[in-house]
């Protein structure tokens, strides 16, 4: 069987240039009984890690790369009419020292170089070149250029610099789609590969995976350039040959060439890439001379303590003791140090910051920091929520800021830990439903009206599709059926559905790393802010230290209140002391008086506090976390119990301690944590772990731990890993019940 592989592809992430879907990508590879394939999209790195993880997941090797833009002359210049030009050129990582330079060069195009594109020079390329092939592209490259302007003087210089600086690493590029000026451009490089002993390699441009998928492409690129398919005069590929082509296919364009298909697997060989994750790169906190990190946070914590207790009991201290040695063990103390710092300089510079969200809450660490200022104590929160031994996992710190003072603290960061290693996030807007259905209706050329019309028969809901649109709206699926304008539209728009559309900066991400950035990850620039080219969840599987730095407006509303008060009134409120007991607050949301109250001013929670009628702070906490769908189902249950507690029953006197703050009903994650903990006889580790696995909605891995619950586990040699329920005096019925509860609880806390 012939063997063959692509070394020029453009993924999806090739934005509104590419379409090629990488998992499908990657399975029409094994179909075709290849073992290999690149991804070189243009300019940047955004979808390496996808790509990389999803060959390995199918058994194909990955070959890292991107088809960057050279500058005609440095990248540096940057003149109109001069420098909006440019070249194309393919670069591989060989090793992983490659890849790093990989990585530094689409940085540097970016951050350096970008004019109407991001652009790297010669002498870029000469710094960066070690661990990398480079392949002369397409006609859009530097030889192909001269080439095709009958300057073969420039075209042989231009071979000899990059033999130079690559020696046989370096490889003139032939390509073969049925366009005229690349029979011409071949014939001139393969003399030129003859003259200069610089070996040949044959590609493909691919930009879409199945030949068929062609249309599709040309609206895309319609959609690109803001044009229609009856315009003359936009950007289009001249054929339709730009798809993942079979081997045979590919021996058949140039089998008069055998040695440029045979290279394609001499390149492959040489490419070895092996991407490390999990290990983590956080950078160390400077902490005062002569004290260790460990030992500085301690005493830190330990002053905390003494000031937000006033009665420091055993149990506090072996809390605190506790977390404190798991995020030791865990390597997270120069990031609780990291927080506490900056959280500190926005309290010292007067910058309203929030009490803290999510899982740390439940941290009594970052509570005498101050980076929380939630009692977990006082709430019965769970450090297992946040950090845990038994899922090894970065922390998740989301801190909340001023709206018109959060960058203020993020200038403190960058100044504190460096300008190149500190950058925000990137995050990918992608063309869903409607949106898809509207840009190809534009790119069609369709009337406005005519796309509206269909694009407001798919149902404006959270994780909408087309094909879930067909099968939900009858009047669509007619449409879709007898209307063949219609058909097109949608057939192509499925296509398309889901496709990267444009990157931008996450509204609250933000990463600090050891060393500079972009020895880890490549960089972008969207407009003045660098950015990495890995979204949040890339960023924390390469272990990098993400930061939520999130600017609220409602802060703001609080600090400008603050001073009103304090102008008007003569009255100095802090807002951390202020007391939750005021009965005449609890009156005010029980009216519906609700307005400009964060989370609670929506008509239908505004509704639900008039039904409640809250007359604790337990109430509203209760309320928010209900008034979500799914959860929705169980407050008529809650509104009930609340006013008739005497009704309330419980399967166990057990529960009573751990449901009686919500009236019998489960609200909380942390609730199950405590029932599998105390009834069950759980570790907290382990019972997150059975919290995750319902998050996940595992049911058939729920019923193998109802097992568990109800009888316990040993290991193989007898030992009791958890005693189960009915060792710790629970009736099976009772423990059997009760897990089904905790299952109806998995099927409503956790939707989508």
């Known amino acids: 069987m012939r063997q063959f592989a692509h070394l020029h592809v453009h993924t999806e992430y090739s934005l509104l240039d590419g379409s090629a879907r990488i998992k499908k990508l990657i399975e029409r590879v094994k179909e075709l009984k290849m073992d290999s394939i690149a991804i070189t999209d243009h300019g940047a790195a955004y979808g390496i890690i996808d790509f990389y993880k999803e060959a390995v997941e199918q058994g194909i ?65 000469q710094e960066y070149s070690e661990g990398l092939i480079v392949l002369s592209a397409c006609l859009a490259g530097e030889i192909q250029t001269s080439i095709m302007e009958g300057d073969m003087k420039k075209a042989e210089e231009t071979a000899l610099f990059y033999k130079g600086v690559f020696k046989d690493d370096f490889y003139l590029e032939l390509q073969d789609h049925g366009i005229e000026e690349q029979k011409t451009v071949n014939e001139e490089l393969i003399k030129l590969s003859k003259k200069l002993d610089i070996p040949l390699v044959c590609t493909n441009d691919i930009h879409y995976i199945n030949r068929e998928d062609a249309k599709a492409h040309e609206v895309l690129l319609c959609i690109q350039t803001g044009k229609t398919i009856d315009d003359e005069d936009r950007m289009k590929f001249q054929t ?185 996030i990137i995050t990918f807007g992608t063309m869903a439903a409607r949106a898809a259905i509207r840009d190809v209706g534009r790119g069609l050329n369709y009337s406005y009206a005519e796309v509206d019309v269909i694009a407001k028969m798919i149902p404006f809901e959270p994780g909408m599709t087309i094909d879930k649109a067909l099968t939900m709206n009858h009047e669509l699926m007619k449409a879709y059926n007898e209307d063949e304008r219609v058909k097109t539209l949608i057939d192509i728009s499925r296509t398309l559905e889901g496709l990267p559309r444009h990157s931008s900066t996450h509204a609250a991400g933000v990463v600090i790393a050891a060393a500079p950035i972009d020895e880890y990850v490549p960089l972008s620039k969207n407009e003045d802010t660098i950015v990495t080219q890995f979204p949040m969840g890339t960023l924390e599987e390469l272990g990098m230290l993400k930061m939520d730095f999130l600017g609220l407006r409602t802060l703001t509303v609080i600090r400008d209140t603050l001073d009103l008060i304090k102008q008007d009134k003569g ?10 007991d005021d009965p005449e607050v609890y009156k005010m949301i029980s009216d519906g008086s609700t307005q400009g109250m964060f989370q609670l001013e929506s008509s239908g929670m505004t509704q639900f506090m008039k039904e409640l009628k809250p007359d604790c702070f337990e109430d509203i906490i209760a309320g928010i976390s209900l008034y979500r769908p799914g959860p929705m189902a169980e407050i008529p249950r809650y509104i009930e119990n609340k006013r008739n507690p005497d009704k309330i029953k419980y399967l166990t006197p057990e529960l009573k301690p751990i449901l009686d703050v919500t009236y019998g009903c489960m609200v909380y994650q942390e609730q199950v944590m405590q029932i599998v903990r105390d009834l069950g006889g759980y570790s907290l580790g382990r019972s997150d772990l059975v919290r995750r696995v319902m998050s996940k909605k595992k049911h058939k891995v729920m019923e193998e731990e109802r097992k568990n619950f109800i009888h316990g586990i040993s290991d193989e040699e007898g030992n009791i890993i958890v005693p189960g329920a009915i060792c710790n005096g629970i009736n099976e019925k009772a423990a059997d019940e009760i897990f089904d509860q905790m299952m109806d609880f998995a099927s409503y806390a956790f939707e989508n």
């Not at 929520?385 to 993020?410: G, K």
């Open 571 to 580: 009255i100095e409120l802090d807002i951390d002391r202020i007391t939750y």
């Open 61 to 125: 090797k990955p070959i890292l790369g991107c088809e960057v833009y050279v500058a005609k002359r440095t990248l540096y210049d940057k003149e109109p009419n001069i420098d909006s030009d440019y070249y194309h050129l393919v670069l591989l990582a060989k090793d992983m020292k490659g890849y790093k330079n990989l990585i530094k060069l689409v940085s540097k195009g970016f951050i350096d170089g970008f004019y109407y594109k991001p652009r790297i020079d010669h002498q870029t390329i």
């Open 240 to 424: 339709q040959e730009f798809y993942l082509k079979s081997p045979e296919e590919m021996y058949d364009l140039f089998g008069y060439v055998p040695e440029a298909l045979t290279n394609t697997l001499e390149i492959v060989k040489k490419c070895n890439v092996e991407l490390e994750f999990g290990k983590t790169h956080l950078p160390k906190y400077d902490v005062p001379e002569n004290i260790i990190p460990e030992d500085y946070l301690k005493k830190l914590c330990l002053k905390g303590l003494t000031e937000r207790y006033e009665d420091i009991t055993d149990q506090l201290r072996q809390r605190l003791d506790y977390e404190l040695e798991v995020i030791t063990k865990m390597g997270y103390v120069d990031y609780f140090l990291i927080v506490w710092d900056f959280m500190r300089y926005a309290r010292d510079n007067g910058i309203i910051t929030g009490p803290g969200r999510g899982s740390a809450a439940g941290s009594l660490v970052a509570y005498c920091l101050g980076i929380t200022r939630i009692d977990p104590i006082k709430y019965n929160l769970i450090f297992e929520r946040f950090l845990n031994p038994s899922r090894i996992s970065m922390p998740d710190i989301d801190s909340d800021f001023c709206y018109e003072r959060r960058q203020e603290v993020i200038d403190y960061v960058v100044e504190k830990y460096g300008k190149d290693r500190v950058a925000q």
